[in-house]
């Protein structure tokens, strides 16, 4: 069965919006998810996730395109939408590439066009495997016996010699397993290490103060060699 490809369309022009909008319906891999005339209206949709192309006018109201899509690539939630970037001019063409939109259409552009770029998004979408889902819990090593915790209920690990502590919302275990172990597994959860000795989870931060996280009532310094990628998780905030 032919993969299908949900796509959006967004242009504040309602001419070119619905002209965009007839080519996607005549594409018989792209399915039209939505179309929309400013970056704004367009966000919800996308933030739901399972969007695979963009199909984007660089000359929108309020944000423009070449802006909405640069957050989209360096935004962390979701799978990345590939972008086609449309524009009634060459000259944001370069643009396009620093946001790495896979084509570049000027208009009036005719179908021809138009399908070449859908097809290279296909082809580009059928070489990247699907991403394993993530389970929600973990098994750790406990005296004899393995035990289930589930992944949010943990708030940070702290190693202790050959074991570590795992702290959850309803108490602390102590396991077999190193840090760097436990690490692995749970980074692709969100979670981030910010010390020699601890990995916490950053849905549980309450506060943050002077280079110091709180969860709870425990305060855990974020140490020199951490602090770049800290400062990046929680740019919001610091």
């Known amino acids: 069965m032919e993969q299908t490809l949900n796509c959006l369309v967004v242009d504040d022009d309602k001419e070119v919006n619905a002209y965009v909008c007839d080519m996607v319906r005549q594409t018989a891999f792209l399915h039209l998810a939505g179309s929309f005339y400013s970056a704004d209206e367009a966000l919800p949709t996308l933030s739901n996730g399972g969007i695979a192309l963009l199909i984007l ?5 309020g944000i ?33 590439y620093k946001v790495d ?60 010699k050959d074991y570590i502590k795992v702290f959850t919302t309803t ?5 077999l397993s190193t840090l760097k172990s436990i690490e692995d597994k749970l980074t692709p959860h969100g979670f981030i290490r910010i010390h020699r000795s601890f990995i916490i989870n950053p849905a549980k931060v309450e506060s943050i103060q002077h280079m110091t996280v709180k969860i709870g009532n425990t305060t855990i310094p974020v140490t020199e060699q951490y602090r770049d990628a800290f400062r990046k998780h929680f740019e919001e905030w610091l």
């Open 57 to 61: 006018d660089i000359n929108l109201p």
């Open 64 to 96: 423009d395109g070449v802006t909405f899509a640069g957050m989209l690539k360096n935004g962390s939630a979701g799978t990345i939408p590939k972008v086609i970037l449309i524009s009634g001019s060459k000259e944001y063409a370069l643009d396009g």
């Open 101 to 160: 939109a896979i084509d570049y259409l000027v208009k009036p552009f005719q179908y021809p066009d138009f399908y070449k770029a859908a097809t290279k998004a296909l082809s580009i979408s059928k070489a990247v495997k699907p991403a394993e889902a993530l389970t929600d819990h973990l098994f750790l090593k406990v005296e004899h016996a393995l035990v289930r915790v589930g992944i949010a209920d943990i708030l940070y690990v702290e190693s202790f």
């Open 171 to 175: 108490g602390m275990i102590t396991a």
